[in-house]
C-alpha cells in the first residue's frame, strides 16, 4: 500500500522567507499533485508533475522519481501563502483514488 | 468558465438521518470524484465516477453512495447518519480518469450530525 509522509507539519515563516515543504511516498507513481488549501475548505490544485520540475509565479515543485520524494519551494513569502499545503499520489491508474499526505500547515508573518 | 460546484456549502442534520450532496463539474469533464476531510483521518478518497460508472471505491460503509448523470454531474448520498460523519465533503473533478489527469477541486460541502 502506498503511503505519503510530509514535513514539516507546521510551518513558520517571515515574510520574504524561502519555504520547503518535503513530500516522501513508498511505491512507483505517474503523478504527483500539490494541493493548497485555505481555511475556508476549498482545495486549489497547485501542480501535477511526473518528472522534472514546474514553476508557477513564486513557486515551484520538484520530483525525483528514483528517490520517491517531491519538494515544494515558495519564494519570497508572503503572508496570503499562508494555507495548508498537501501532496498526494493516484492509487493504481486511476486520477480520482487520490492518497493524500497529512499537510503542512504554513503560516507566514508580516 | 465556470469551476467545480457544491451544494450545499452547509449542512446541519441529525443523527439517523440521512443527507445528499451534488457536485457540480467543469463543463466537459467527465471525471468526478469524491473525498472526505476530518480533523482525525485527513483526506479519504470516497468513490470516483466516470461516464456515470463507479471506477473506484475507497474503505467506506454501504451507507456512503454516489451516482453520476448524463450531464456528469454527480451526487453522494449518506444514509443513517452518525456523528462521525461530521466532515467536510470535497468533490474533484477531471477530462479523465487517467492517473497523469488534473483534478480541480470544489469548495466543499461542511456536514455536521448532531
Known amino acids: 500500500k502506498n503511503e505519503v509522509e510530509q514535513s514539516p507539519q507546521n510551518l513558520t515563516a517571515q515574510e520574504g522567507e524561502f519555504i520547503t515543504i518535503n513530500c516522501s511516498y513508498s511505491?512507483?507513481?505517474?503523478?504527483l499533485h500539490w494541493l493548497q488549501q485555505h481555511p475556508g475548505g476549498g482545495i486549489v490544485s497547485l501542480f501535477m508533475?511526473?518528472?522534472g520540475k514546474k514553476k508557477h509565479g513564486r513557486l515551484i515543485a520538484t520530483i525525483n522519481i528514483q528517490e520517491k520524494h517531491s519538494s515544494l519551494h515558495i519564494t519570497a513569502s508572503h503572508p496570503r501563502d499562508s494555507a495548508v499545503y498537501i501532496c498526494a499520489i493516484p492509487e493504481g491508474g486511476s486520477q480520482g483514488n487520490l492518497i493524500f499526505g497529512k499537510g503542512t500547515k504554513l503560516s507566514v508573518k508580516p | 468558465k465556470a469551476g467545480v460546484t457544491q451544494t450545499p456549502r452547509y449542512l446541519i442534520k441529525t443523527r439517523g438521518q440521512q443527507v445528499t450532496l451534488s457536485c457540480s463539474p467543469i463543463?466537459?469533464?467527465?471525471?468526478v470524484s469524491w473525498y472526505q476531510q476530518t480533523p482525525g483521518q485527513g483526506l479519504q478518497f470516497l468513490f470516483e465516477y466516470f461516464s456515470e460508472t463507479q471506477r473506484n471505491k475507497g474503505n467506506f460503509p454501504g451507507r456512503f453512495s454516489g451516482r453520476q448523470f448524463s450531464n456528469s454531474r454527480s451526487e453522494m448520498n449518506v444514509s443513517t447518519l452518525e456523528l462521525g460523519d461530521s466532515a467536510l465533503y470535497l468533490c474533484?473533478?477531471?477530462?479523465?480518469?487517467?492517473?497523469?489527469?488534473?483534478?480541480?477541486f470544489g469548495q466543499g460541502t461542511r456536514l455536521t450530525v448532531v
Open positions: 511505491v512507483g507513481i505517474s503523478a
Open positions: 463543463s466537459g469533464h467527465r471525471s
Open positions: 474533484a473533478s477531471s477530462l479523465y480518469s487517467g492517473s497523469r489527469t488534473e483534478a480541480f
Open positions: 508533475l511526473s518528472s
